[in-house]
C-alpha cells in the first residue's frame, strides 16, 4: 500500500487524542512530505477505534455508555470491538492508504488484546484470530504507546469529568491493561515504541516527533525537504 498507518496506544488519561491531533498538525505543516501518487497534497488522515465510520459511531456510543439497566456482558463488548474494526478497516483505512495517506489512528488491534485479553480475561490466541479476521492482515507501520503510571492517567480523567464505561473499570483492570501494554512491547519491539506520557503535552510531542522523524525519512526520502 502507498500509505502509511501510525497509531497512538495507551490506558486511560495518557494523553493519546491529544497528542495525535498535535502530530496531525505538524505533519499537515511538513515542508518535507511528497505529494501523493496522483500528485495531489498527502491526506493526513485522523480517524479511531471505536468510531472511525458511520457505522463505528453507533458502536462507540454502545461501548462506552454505562448502562445500569443491562449491563454489557465480556464476549457482547469483544465483539463489538472487532464489528467497529472489520468495518473501519474496509470502510476506511485501506481506502485512504490506497490513496498513500499518512492515517492516525486512536487506538487499534493492541488495544484489545490489552483491554480484553489482559484486562478481562479472554484468550490471546483468541483475540489473535478474531483479530486477524477483522483486519484481514493490516497491521500498523508503527504503534506509539503513550505510557504512564495507572493512577495518574485515572486522576486525569478525574479532572476532565464524567468517565465513560472502560473509565470506570477497577484499579486492578487498569493496572492488568498496562501490564498487557508492557508485554506487546516487549514482544514486538519492531514495531511499538514507548513514550513516557508523564511529562507536559509539548514535551510528549517533541519525544514523538523525534521518533517519527527518521521513518518519515526511510518511508519518503532522504532527498526531500528537511523534517523540522
Not at 96 to 109: E, P, Q, S
Not at 178 to 207: K, N, W
Request: proline share 4%; charged share 15%; net charge negative.
Amino acid at each position: 500500500m502507498a500509505g502509511h498507518f501510525i497509531v497512538f496506544e495507551g490506558g486511560e488519561g495518557c494523553g493519546k487524542t491529544t497528542q495525535l491531533r498535535q502530530i496531525q498538525q505538524w505533519l499537515q505543516q511538513h515542508p518535507g512530505l511528497p505529494p501523493s501518487a496522483d500528485g495531489g497534497s498527502r491526506a493526513i488522515v485522523a480517524t479511531r477505534e471505536p468510531g472511525g465510520t458511520h457505522l463505528g459511531a453507533g458502536l462507540r456510543q454502545l461501548l462506552l455508555a454505562a448502562n445500569s439497566q443491562e449491563p454489557m456482558v465480556d464476549r457482547a463488548e469483544l465483539l463489538l470491538y472487532m464489528a467497529d474494526r472489520a468495518q473501519h478497516v474496509e470502510g476506511c483505512l485501506q481506502p485512504w492508504l490506497a490513496k498513500g495517506a499518512i492515517i492516525l489512528c486512536d487506538r487499534y488491534t493492541d488495544s484489545t488484546v490489552a483491554y480484553q485479553g489482559y484486562g478481562r480475561g479472554f484468550s490471546l490466541d483468541l483475540i489473535q484470530q478474531l483479530n486477524q479476521i477483522a483486519t484481514a492482515g493490516l497491521e500498523s507501520h508503527l504503534t506509539l504507546w503513550l505510557d504512564v503510571e495507572v493512577e495518574v492517567g485515572l486522576a486525569r480523567i478525574q479532572q476532565r469529568g464524567a468517565a465513560d464505561r472502560m473509565e470506570q473499570a477497577t484499579l486492578n483492570f487498569h493496572q492488568r491493561v498496562r501490564q498487557g501494554f508492557q508485554e506487546l512491547a516487549a514482544a514486538h519491539p519492531q514495531r511499538i515504541v514507548r513514550i513516557d506520557a508523564s511529562a507536559s503535552i509539548t514535551a510528549v510531542t517533541q519525544q514523538i516527533q523525534g521518533i517519527l522523524t527518521p521513518y518519515l525519512h526511510q518511508w519518503y526520502g532522504t532527498g526531500s525537504a528537511s523534517y523540522p
